[in-house]
């Protein structure tokens, strides 16, 4: 069981840091070949702190897991919210404009509930939702992309470009100094080889991490959506922990704030639009009367807490983080 666990960790890590890799040699990519940075901020942010959910759900999908991959939405949903805004709280508090509310903030909400309605009347999500929920996630990009043409749009995107360089370390200066030392065709072939190299050992341990997550639910007698809901969600919610201290360090409240709506809807149709669509993910009892609820719980309270004048002040940081903290003693001492 020790090694087991040495496995998960080691392959957690392997993930976070390749997927790191990947979305660095992706934006000095897009750099050199003079992609605007804007675009690239708001693309390493989705793409960067999604990847690792993504890769270690699919995986779990091949594997014949879904369980895992809709166990790690779940679980990164709620981190997101206790954990991920939670801890940012402690230090500064987190304001944000009505409009993030309205728009990002009510569309996760809604989506929540309509995860919840599919999963209650069908009992599953198959290729079907999976094709819609993508399908929706291409035109949530759109829009989002589109609302870079807004004048007002225009100063939080160089705030979130800064930002995804601060949290994700894009690498600007080893780009200026390889365009000074470097040929360019030379530069870009390295780059495109640290890509996919990196991406590479993205889904490798990607594979190792489902295959770790099974081995040790089977050896600790649990069922593997609570390791998911757990261990592998707060892991796959550390590039979303270090974005929002970045942007609680610039004081960017809707930054942050983005950041969590923005990644928990892009877990939702992202993530399990690809593991449903590579195999249907059945739920099961638990699933529709504990955790899900629960993820609407956390969703109903961010609202809440952000439609008042204070937003997420310290005590209503340490009461999400109680929350959190209540969520993880559930996996622990209640085994479904």
Same mark, same amino acid.
Request: hydrophobic share 55%; proline share 3%; charged share 15%.
């Given at each position: 069981?020790?090694?087991?666990?040495?496995?998960?960790?080691?392959?957690?890590?392997?993930?976070?840091?390749?997927?790191?890799?990947?979305?660095? !040699?992706? @934006? #000095?990519?897009?750099?050199?070949?003079?992609?605007?940075?804007?675009?690239?901020?708001?693309?390493?942010?989705?793409?960067?702190?999604?990847?690792?959910?993504?890769?270690?759900?699919?995986?779990?999908?091949?594997?014949?897991?879904?369980?895992?991959?809709?166990? /790690?939405?779940?679980?990164? /949903?709620?981190?997101?919210?206790?954990?991920?805004?939670?801890?940012?709280?402690?230090?500064?508090?987190?304001?944000?404009?009505?409009?993030?509310?309205?728009?990002?903030?009510?569309?996760?909400?809604?989506?929540?509930?309509?995860?919840?309605?599919?999963?209650?009347?069908?009992?599953?999500? /198959?290729?079907?939702?999976?094709?819609?929920?993508?399908?929706?996630?291409?035109?949530?990009?759109?829009?989002?992309?589109?609302?870079?043409?807004?004048?007002?749009?225009?100063?939080?995107? #160089?705030?979130?470009? #800064?930002?995804? #360089?601060?949290?994700?370390?894009?690498?600007?200066?080893?780009?200026?100094?390889?365009?000074?030392?470097?040929?360019?065709?030379?530069?870009?072939?390295?780059?495109?080889?640290?890509?996919?190299?990196?991406?590479?050992?993205?889904?490798?341990?990607?594979?190792?991490?489902?295959?770790?997550?099974?081995?040790? !639910?089977?050896?600790?007698?649990?069922?593997?959506?609570?390791?998911?809901?757990?261990?592998?969600?707060?892991?796959?919610?550390?590039?979303?922990?270090?974005?929002?201290? @970045?942007?609680?360090?610039?004081?960017?409240?809707?930054?942050?704030?983005?950041?969590?709506?923005?990644?928990?809807?892009?877990?939702?149709?992202?993530?399990?639009?690809?593991?449903?669509?590579?195999?249907?993910?059945?739920?099961?009892? /638990?699933?529709?009367?504990?955790?899900?609820?629960?993820?609407?719980?956390?969703?109903?309270?961010?609202?809440?807490?952000?439609?008042?004048?204070?937003?997420?002040?310290?005590?209503?940081?340490?009461?999400?983080?109680?929350?959190?903290?209540?969520?993880?003693?559930?996996?622990?001492?209640?085994?479904?």
């Amino acid at each position: 069981m020790t090694a087991t666990a040495f496995i998960l960790v080691l392959s957690l890590v392997g993930l976070l840091v390749a997927a790191d890799i990947f979305v660095d !040699a992706v @934006a #000095e990519l897009a750099r050199r070949l003079d992609i605007s940075p804007m675009v690239i901020g708001l693309t390493v942010v989705a793409v960067g702190t999604s990847l690792p959910e993504v890769a270690a759900s699919a995986a779990a999908s091949l594997k014949g897991h879904p369980e895992i991959a809709l166990g /790690n939405v779940i679980g990164s /949903n709620i981190a997101n919210i206790g954990l991920i805004l939670g801890l940012p709280a402690l230090y500064i508090p987190i304001v944000c404009t009505k409009n993030v509310v309205r728009s990002e903030g009510f569309l996760m909400v809604f989506l929540s509930i309509v995860l919840y309605v599919i999963s209650f009347a069908l009992g599953e999500l /198959n290729a079907v939702i999976g094709c819609l929920f993508l399908l929706s996630f291409a035109l949530f990009i759109y829009w989002s992309f589109k609302r870079t043409r807004e004048p007002d749009f225009a100063q939080e995107l #160089e705030e979130v470009a #800064e930002i995804a #360089e601060d949290a994700l370390t894009l690498g600007t200066e080893r780009v200026e100094k390889a365009q000074e030392s470097e040929d360019a065709d030379v530069s870009i072939l390295r780059l495109s080889f640290r890509m996919f190299c990196s991406l590479a050992v993205v889904l490798v341990s990607s594979e190792y991490l489902v295959h770790a997550t099974v081995e040790l !639910a089977r050896s600790a007698g649990v069922s593997e959506n609570v390791i998911a809901i757990s261990l592998i969600a707060i892991g796959t919610s550390l590039p979303e922990l270090s974005v929002s201290f @970045a942007a609680a360090r610039r004081k960017q409240g809707d930054i942050l704030i983005g950041n969590v709506l923005g990644s928990n809807i892009s877990n939702i149709l992202l993530v399990l639009g690809v593991a449903s669509m590579i195999k249907p993910v059945t739920m099961n009892v /638990n699933t529709l009367n504990l955790d899900l609820p629960l993820m609407l719980v956390f969703a109903f309270i961010l609202i809440l807490f952000l439609s008042q004048s204070k937003g997420v002040n310290r005590p209503k940081g340490l009461v999400l983080l109680g929350l959190y903290g209540i969520v993880l003693w559930r996996c622990v001492a209640i085994t479904p």
